[in-house]
């Protein structure tokens, strides 16, 4: 199971936690002018990276904030969390 | 009119063994307070009951009122059953020209007093938070699952006391896991 440092309450066990997917993911705009390839690039396709990954997660059982991690998809160590919008470390190799 | 009424009403106190006090908190009132601006939060509850806003994870006492931190922005203040409306009114006044919300959720939460020396222990087996009291010292709260349910618990001050707000509806859920914890 994962601890994962909620920015506000601290390190928490898993299970009190959604996960949300990777960031960023960017909708494109506008809808009219979006074609089908392009939708489903966005609905569908992630990077999925073997090793460090930036995702989004939100505490649902506790502060119900969301807030971004850097983990690694291989060992599951998680390197920072910080609130949307601020800044994060950058994905090392 | 409607009575009103509490799923606890029917339980019984002092069920519990030795080291494990159970009650029902009863006739106190429960409001939101939710706020984009904590300085114009902080000036209401200031003026109105002088209670400072609490720091994360944490809850500030004057009295007969607790001021519990519940995420950025959102508190929630824990009165006397006969000050809800008059204070609801009188800190929706002083926000009015602010972006906040005032919200009575009485009847949406209920409030348990675990007492004793196993208290920690118990509660502990169902979730994730250390809860000894070196750990949670007065004043201390955490929002976390217990036995899988969302559940604020917080340290009121009284030596091996821990309060625990979960909704209405998980009542019946949260007595029978706290029998059987205490069977374990
Ligand atoms: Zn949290």
């Keep these: ?93 | 009119m409607l009575e009103r009424r509490t799923p606890l009403e029917s339980m019984p106190e002092g069920l519990m063994p030795d080291g494990l006090h159970l009650a029902a908190v009863r006739d106190r009132g429960l409001l939101l307070l939710q706020s984009a601006s904590s300085p114009a939060m902080q000036q209401a509850l200031e003026r109105e009951l002088g209670l400072p806003l609490p720091a994360a994870q944490q809850v500030t006492a004057l009295g007969e009122y607790a001021l519990l931190w519940l995420a950025p922005g959102q508190w929630l203040l824990d009165l006397p059953a006969k000050m809800t409306a008059s204070i609801e009114t009188a800190l929706g006044g002083r926000l009015e020209a602010t972006l906040a919300a005032v919200t009575d959720l009485s009847d949406a939460l209920i409030s348990l007093e675990l007492g004793g020396a196993l208290a920690p222990e118990i509660l502990m087996s169902g979730c994730s938070v250390d809860l000894r009291p070196h750990a949670f010292p007065p004043g201390c709260l955490a929002r976390t699952a217990l036995a899988a349910v969302p559940a604020i618990l917080w340290n009121p001050g009284a030596p091996e006391r821990i309060r625990c707000l979960i909704e209405c509806a998980f009542a019946d859920h949260m007595l029978s896991w706290l029998r059987s914890a205490t069977r374990r």
Excluded: S
Excluded at chain 1, 34 to 45: G, I, N, R, S
Excluded at chain 1, 65 to 77: G, K, L, S
């Design chain 1, 1 to 93: 199971m994962l601890r994962i440092p909620c920015p506000w309450c601290g390190p928490r066990d898993e299970p009190e936690f959604r996960w949300g997917g990777e960031v960023p993911v960017l909708r494109p705009g506008p809808p009219e002018a979006v074609c089908a390839a392009a939708w489903a690039e966005y609905l569908f396709m992630r990077e999925n990276p073997k090793g460090w990954v930036r995702e989004r997660w939100v505490h649902a059982c506790g502060c119900r904030q969301w807030f971004v991690v850097i983990r690694n998809t291989v060992t599951h160590e998680i390197r920072a969390t910080a609130p949307l919008g601020e800044p994060l470390p950058e994905i090392g190799p």
